[in-house]
DNA sequence: ACCGATCATTGCAACGTTGCAATAAATGCG
DNA sequence: CGCATTTATTGCAACGTTGCAATGATCGGT
């Protein structure tokens, strides 16, 4: 039972023996370490043909810089922290997401750590260790609050992060957000174009800020076009269970069902379709459903229903990108962006 | 535009003005470096009274070891890797194994890094690169395939590493897996207990190796039980899509079709019944159906529908434990688990 | 041919940690 | 009490990197 202490040459041995290092190279042209680390990092002064030989050698070796030497020597740690919020409403939200961040940081120096926290106080704590240890050159949180404590903190310590979701916060920050008002507001619209006069609307986690968006939205469009709304915050309930089925059955008998629905998520709608359509409603004339679509399921499921959907994996590829902006000085208020909602009307 | 470069002091700003080293608690204390860092990993050596001071001072600065340094001068990273495949057939899956691995590390020093490679055959580039550079002390690998080049790979440098599935390897190695056997046959019997006497298998991806662990004992449990089946590799196909529905739709009409069905992911298994439901079957009755379940999606659309419950957050746990008992030096072969399949019968 | 200026390269120290050899202090023993 | 032995502590070097001050080389101008 021996402890994997790493050898001298730590990883695999090259045929030179051991993992090359500036020490390597330096000793191959015969410049010294210095050059070598400058030259590498394109040093301006340097003569050409000195470039050139350093170059040369550092292919020749494979050489990869040490990431625990230029972390412990300059503090960069070249990680990425992603904070995963478990409340995962949208299916494969973090499937996407992860891949969108590791699309965006192919090719560079940087790694992607996950914290996953499920406990959303604990959150804070998760990103509290990451500050006070460096542990990440920047953050990513997701189910971003109107008041979020995660980036409060983050901004008290000007460091760099972005978030997906926006704050109410007076200070600027980067994020990327899905257009909820664009959403719900095309939603609405919708529905009351094919003649609906009295909207559900079923949304989940109360505590996001994406949620104040939608609803605020929600009423406003309602207003506008004159005909009456109401809220369902389904918080309590697990989005895929007999339960959720039992929301939409009991809806469809009741006397003053509404004649639209909308709903923020993809599994939620997909188990309230089915208590609907156990309660005799013929989707698409008794009651028209509108909801957000994050993966192909749904439409699988029920193909002429409405959804409107949010990418998630373009979440992730664009946040990260903001995210390495960000790390490299760019201020935060010219990086937010939205995303806009794609609408797919199916009948 | 200034870089974030960090200062002396990284991390966030203590009361004392910057991060806790061996060196503050050394001057706290008198003691010499040397001393502190021995103290802190409990040198047997040292006088009760100093480990006592030691310790109170380190916990009075909220001393935490620097990775960087730790990982410079030892080789150790403190972290693990997770290779993330991209076909996720299982919904959620990311989300569960992610899950389960940061509920295994938490508490420890580790941190947890994925890398999201989609392409299968980049996927050994991606194992190499972590080998080469020594990027985490152990690696996860998911959806392992018979003669898989990574696990191969991985042996050949005897690097400490556990595959969420087994291989053909004749070198022991540590993994956890899914009891597909017992699925398999579980399966087979149930039907077959409640009267099927022809079977068709869907399986997706035949490239892992729990395909073969399926289908060979499907076929011998067949045979066993007298009765006739038939495998379907759904490839090429998207498990979610129009065209899986379609699948189940030309198999209801057909007038040889089978009167049972198993499926070995829950998404292709949703279509599949929508399908068969659009083509008049009535499930339980014409058809009798039994898929593996890694959510509650499929329950809540068909309550009725037998399951096998593969639970992804387990595995996530269990890989993880075994893969830091094999870092700590504990042989490959005493690190094999089979995770035993759940029935859910709903009828 | 000498001076100051520019260009190219280098040595040194430091980041935080640990292993080892070496020292200092305490103890045992005759 | 002196010497060998154990017990407790320490200094030094090294891991790979980079920033800075310092050195050495080259050059144009007088």
């Not at 790493?6 to 990883?11: A, E, I, L, N, Y």
């Not at 009351?192 to 605020?216: F, K, M, P, Q």
């Amino acid at each position: 039972m021996t402890k994997f202490r790493p050898d001298v040459s730590r990883g695999i041995r090259k045929p030179s023996g051991k993992r090359a290092t500036l020490k390597t190279i330096s000793e191959l042209t015969g410049l010294s370490l210095s050059t070598v680390s400058l030259s590498l990092r394109g040093g301006a002064s340097l003569k050409e043909e000195t470039r050139q030989k350093v170059a040369e050698a550092a292919a020749q070796v494979g050489y990869v810089p040490d990431r625990a030497g230029v972390r412990l020597r300059t503090g960069k740690t070249n990680v990425i922290a992603l904070v995963l919020d478990g409340s995962d409403e949208a299916i494969d939200f973090s499937r996407h997401m992860i891949r969108g961040i590791g699309d965006a940081i192919s090719g560079t120096r940087y790694h992607l750590t996950v914290m996953p926290e499920f406990d959303r106080s604990r959150s804070v704590e998760t990103v509290r260790y990451i500050l006070e240890n460096r542990t990440a050159d920047g953050v990513i949180i997701t189910h971003t609050g109107a008041r979020d404590r995660r980036v409060q903190l983050m901004m008290d310590h000007d460091f760099p992060f972005v978030s997906h979701g926006r704050t109410e916060f007076f200070t600027p920050h980067a994020f990327h957000d899905f257009h909820s008002e664009a959403f719900a507001e095309l939603a609405v619209e919708r529905l009351a174009d094919n003649g609906a006069r009295d909207i559900l609307i079923s949304v989940g986690d109360g505590t996001t800020n994406n949620y104040h968006n939608i609803i605020r939205t929600f009423e406003r469009t309602i207003a506008r076009r004159g005909i009456t709304g109401r809220v369902v915050v389904q918080d309590g309930i697990r989005p895929a269970s007999a339960e959720m089925r039992q929301f939409g059955r009991d809806l469809a008998d009741k006397p003053d069902r509404p004649d639209g629905i909308i709903c923020d998520s993809e599994t939620r709608a997909i188990s309230m379709l089915c208590g609907l359509e156990d309660g005799g409603v013929l989707l698409g004339r008794d009651i028209r459903f509108i909801c957000k679509q994050t993966s192909d399921i749904l439409s699988t499921v029920f193909p002429n229903v409405d959804t409107i959907e949010e990418d998630v994996y373009a979440a992730g590829l664009e946040l990260t990108r903001l995210l390495l902006r960000r790390i490299e000085g760019e201020p935060a208020e010219s990086l937010q962006t939205l995303s806009e909602p794609v609408a797919h009307w199916r009948s």
